[in-house]
């Protein structure tokens, strides 16, 4: 395979697209997608001969033959879209065959598990916005000849392609300026770019062409779930690079990079993240279960496949822990910043304060001398007639302190009353008690001895 230079317009969906549609998939494949400004879904059609093989075939909806099975997939586009108008993309691509409640049931949000008009439909739909990197939809109509699957956005690993055909089986040559390198490379290798390189170490699994073929609808089955499950794991391993790297700015210690991420809002933002997620592997660890016993009463599902799906599923859970634990970290890290923004504040509530220490008092002194009355000392207001003014007005201010002491004083003083009021009750409870004791008992603990009737 020739390739000079893989080129990205996307540092995240268009790396995936670059790595593992455009440099491993030939031209028939990507000839099979469907994208146009009236139907902007990609559409994959294979046919598997039940040995190994696949082809890829035209868009039918048509089911397989003897041991043939078919797998139609409907790609949604990530967008603004409206559940709604994501239905209609669906009606437009398979309808006909299918019927109104098989799109809904595959559009709607929510878990599922069930029989739909006679086929197995599961889906794990999260209801968040589909431009989100965090909302994921897979859902998947099974038959016993055909498979029809249907996701938001692209799924890493999902697909087929043909084997030695991948990037990972190139000698490539990094491009990056920090080496020196100047993006050249030698004859018949590539130059990839240094953010897919960080693309691909972000993944936990390799590409398509390193996928078994299924031989069996049960085999794809395990595959699409399996799949499922590795985009929540790399997604994962994202949060957790990223929650590495917000740790490792915050133990530099720098003022603006601690202010920027209050101001970015960064860990509330991935408390968001982290919730979406969970639901998301809620929705597996309730759906997934319940296929794994209906696929166990199915003739045509392997046992294998029944061993496969309960690895998942544990899979699935210890994911699950995975995700609380980097909750915790993400709450750890908030409470800190937000000690430190505390702190910040004290601070400058400390230099407030330090400056209201210096100008009370001469607040005191200019609204004292200030006073529009008579009797002001050192002002040369003698006049007899107001030469109490100033006399009237401090006794006034005094009163109204007293007034203002007693109110904030009055609780406090009314809990020790109250308190005192209690403690004489019960001293004095305990005096009538001790002296009641004394008069049956006698001066010496000796019980005096009554005569006449015993008191019953």
Same mark, same amino acid.
């Given at each position: ?10 540092? !995240? ?11 491993? +998939? ?52 990530? !967008?603004?879209?409206?559940?709604? +108008? ?16 098989? /799109?809904? @049931?595959? &559009? ?9 008009? !006679? ?19 897979? &859902? ?5 000849? @055909?498979? %029809? ?21 190139? %000698?490539? &040559? ?17 130059? *990839? ?15 398509? &062409? ?102 998942? /599923?544990?899979?699935?859970? @210890? ?37 209201? *220490? ?5 607040? %005191? ?8 009355v008579g009797g002001v000392p050192w002002t040369g207001q003698d006049d007899p007639e107001l030469k109490d003014g100033f006399y009237n007005v401090v006794v006034i201010c005094v009163m109204m302190l007293l007034m203002v002491l007693l109110c904030f004083l009055f609780p406090g003083i009314y809990s020790h009353i109250m308190g005192w009021q209690r403690t ?7 005096? *009538? ?14 019980? *005096? ?8």
């Amino acid at each position: 395979m020739e390739m000079n230079e893989i080129e990205q317009n996307d540092a !995240g969906a268009a790396s995936a697209e670059d790595v593992d549609s455009e440099s491993s +998939q030939p031209r028939s494949y990507r000839d099979n997608h469907l994208y146009s400004s009236q139907h902007p879904v990609r559409r994959k059609a294979y046919i598997f001969d039940g040995d190994g093989n696949y082809y890829n075939q035209e868009w039918s909806l048509k089911e397989g033959k003897g041991r043939e099975f078919c797998w139609y997939h409907v790609e949604l586009p990530k !967008g603004k879209q409206k559940l709604s +108008q994501l239905a209609q993309y669906l009606i437009d691509v398979l309808c006909p065959p299918l019927k109104l409640q098989d /799109i809904l @049931s595959l &559009a709607s949000n929510g878990p599922f598990c069930g029989h739909v008009d !006679g086929a197995l439909v599961f889906r794990v739909n999260s209801p968040g916005p589909p431009s989100s990197n965090f909302t994921f939809r897979i &859902a998947a109509r099974v038959t016993e000849h @055909s498979v %029809i699957t249907v996701s938001l956005g692209r799924v890493p690993r999902l697909g087929f392609s043909p084997a030695n055909e991948s990037l990972l089986y190139e %000698i490539p &040559a990094v491009e990056s300026s920090d080496y020196g390198g100047d993006g050249v490379s030698s004859k018949g290798a590539m130059v *990839i770019r240094e953010h897919v390189l960080d693309f691909l170490l972000t993944m936990n699994h390799s590409e398509e &062409a390193d996928n078994p073929v299924p031989r069996s609808v049960s085999n794809l089955v395990v595959h699409i779930i399996d799949t499922h499950v590795d985009h929540l794991q790399d997604t994962v391993t994202k949060l957790e690079i990223e929650l590495d790297s917000v740790e490792f700015e915050l133990d530099r210690g720098g003022f603006d990079s601690k202010q920027q991420m209050i101001d970015d809002k960064k860990f509330p933002k991935m408390h968001l993240d982290l919730q979406r997620l969970l639901q998301v592997i809620a929705h597996s660890e309730q759906v997934f279960p319940r296929v794994k016993e209906k696929c166990s009463s199915k003739d045509w599902f392997t046992y294998e496949d029944i061993i496969a799906l309960e690895e998942l /599923i544990a899979l699935i859970r @210890s994911l699950k822990e995975n995700v609380r634990f980097i909750a915790n970290r993400v709450s750890a890290l908030q409470a800190g910043l937000d000690s430190w923004q505390s702190e910040q504040i004290n601070k400058k509530l400390y230099y407030l304060s330090f400056l209201s *220490i210096i100008f009370l008092p001469l607040s %005191i002194i200019t609204g004292v001398f200030g006073m529009n009355v008579g009797g002001v000392p050192w002002t040369g207001q003698d006049d007899p007639e107001l030469k109490d003014g100033f006399y009237n007005v401090v006794v006034i201010c005094v009163m109204m302190l007293l007034m203002v002491l007693l109110c904030f004083l009055f609780p406090g003083i009314y809990s020790h009353i109250m308190g005192w009021q209690r403690t004489r009750t019960l001293r004095r409870c305990l005096s *009538i008690n001790h002296k009641s004791y004394i008069r049956r008992t006698g001066v010496g603990g000796e019980p *005096i001895q009554r005569k006449g009737y015993t008191r019953i």
